[in-house]
């Protein structure tokens, strides 16, 4: 294994620490929470006062923060803004981050013209219409994981007892992935994604689930099923257009980023839904045209837990809506504020199903936009349906106070969450 590189401090002009303009005392970003189901109070007075400012984060660099919705697309659909975590002075979300770096890289930090080369090989995937056709077999796990939730005691943990089960079942049927496997996938994200790990034991990690999938794609190379895994490996591998290392990382990138995500927004959307007892009962009932989908839409929007930004670093000088940012400097898309946005979204602050959060960006935005999302619209929409029609009575077990939420996380979420009927 290559050993993973180690965190510099960039140096002067690629970390842009010269004075800040027009920010005198620089924020730490990211700030804590005030209130678990709300981003920070100080990101968000940001946004309302209309400042890009200059933060500081963990190790010294210091990029410039985009909170207001139009920004954040500028950002991430600008080709002048760079994803790759490997330039210097590239605004790392912390030391983990810079594993990705370590071994092959996915999709996640390429730029074009490699990045559309290998997404353009999966795209067909990635269809509406194929996540369509994965709803009976999605609705099925979900029945299954809820029969054995109620079967069991109470409290249960819904996490464990159903976000995690159902995440897991359907992107390991998706991708061709062994399910009995699942607790290695589980821990290795977990080592992953913990803001508070090192490189190294971010890039082990890696490395080992890497290396579980190039054994995997060899042996579906060999006996191909009916999965993307088999599909991409006939299709792709014997012409060239992908090798085994890119195929496993391709997986490697849907199998974590497909699971954790998902799970995340499964647990923390259904006690979204028990702490707004009427959209609840609205979704039992379902008697609403397009219920079920706004409430989806209104739950990623209003949730976004993707809490810690969106990163990219300037190849060029680039004018975002008549802020200057220089070649050299990081920038951060504060994606969960900017879901708040009153300019494009007038109710932003408050969960409301009603309100059409069309355009939001909780999948991201522009050429890095999330490949699953229509699968994980599906796996949500079947969740939320099926809790709330199946436990009408369920309601949480332990006080907020006791709920232990994922700040130490790169994705945001709760780590338990106990629940009784």
């Known amino acids: 294994m290559t050993s993973p590189p180690t965190p510099t401090t960039p140096t002067i ?5 010269e004075p800040a303009r027009g920010n005198p005392a620089p924020l730490h970003y990211p700030m804590p929470r005030q209130c678990p189901y709300a981003p ?38 600008d080709p002048r803004f760079s994803a790759d975590k490997s330039r210097p002075g590239y605004p ?53 994981c809820l029969d054995r939730m109620l079967q069991g005691p109470a409290p249960a943990d819904l996490v464990t007892g ?81 090798d085994h290392e890119r195929l496993a990382a391709m997986a490697l990138l849907l199998l974590t980023a497909g699971h954790d995500t998902t799970a995340n927004m499964i647990s923390l959307g259904v006690l979204t839904l028990l702490r707004h007892p009427a959209h609840f009962t609205a979704l039992r009932d379902g008697d609403a045209p397009g219920l079920l989908a706004g409430t989806v839409e209104e739950m990623l929007r209003h949730l976004t837990i993707v809490q810690r930004g969106i990163r990219r670093i300037a190849l060029e000088d680039v004018d975002v809506n008549g802020h200057l940012v220089r070649a050299g400097e990081g920038v951060i898309a504060a994606v969960n504020v900017a879901n708040r946005d009153p300019r494009r979204f007038p109710s932003g602050e408050d969960f409301d199903p009603a309100e059409r959060a069309h355009g939001h960006l909780a999948f991201g935005y522009g050429p890095h936009q999330c490949l699953g999302q229509s699968l994980a619209r599906v796996e949500l929409q079947e969740v939320y349906a099926a809790v709330a029609r199946r436990i009408p009575t369920l309601r949480t077990a332990v006080p907020d106070t006791e709920l232990r939420f994922k700040e130490d996380m790169a994705v945001y979420g709760v780590h338990e969450l106990p629940v009784a009927w």
Request: aromatic share 6%.
């Open 40 to 77: 920070p109070e100080e990101v968000t007075a940001v946004r309302a006062g209309g400042a890009v400012p200059r933060v500081t984060i963990w190790n010294g660099v210091r990029p410039w923060l985009f909170t207001r919705y139009e920004d954040a697309r500028v950002v991430l659909s």
């Open 162 to 242: 159903l976000a995690l089960p159902v995440a897991l079942s359907v992107i390991c049927e998706f991708l061709g992935v062994p399910f009995e496997d699942r607790e290695l996938f589980r821990s290795l994200t977990h080592t992953m994604n913990a803001i508070g790990g090192t490189t190294e034991t971010a890039a082990a990690a890696r490395q080992e689930l890497q290396e579980y999938l190039e054994c995997l794609v060899a042996v579906r190379e060999k006996h191909p099923q009916q999965d993307f895994i088999s599909r991409m490996a006939v299709k792709h591998l014997g012409t060239g257009a992908m």
């Open 92 to 144: 790392l979300s912390s030391a983990v981050a810079l594993a990705e770096t370590a071994v092959t890289p996915t999709l996640l930090i390429m730029d074009n013209p490699e990045h559309d080369h290998y997404r353009r090989l999966v795209l067909g995937e990635f269809t509406v219409k194929r996540a369509e056709s994965l709803r009976p077999a999605v609705r099925a796990v979900v029945d299954g």
């Open 13 to 17: 002009a690629s970390a842009g620490t």
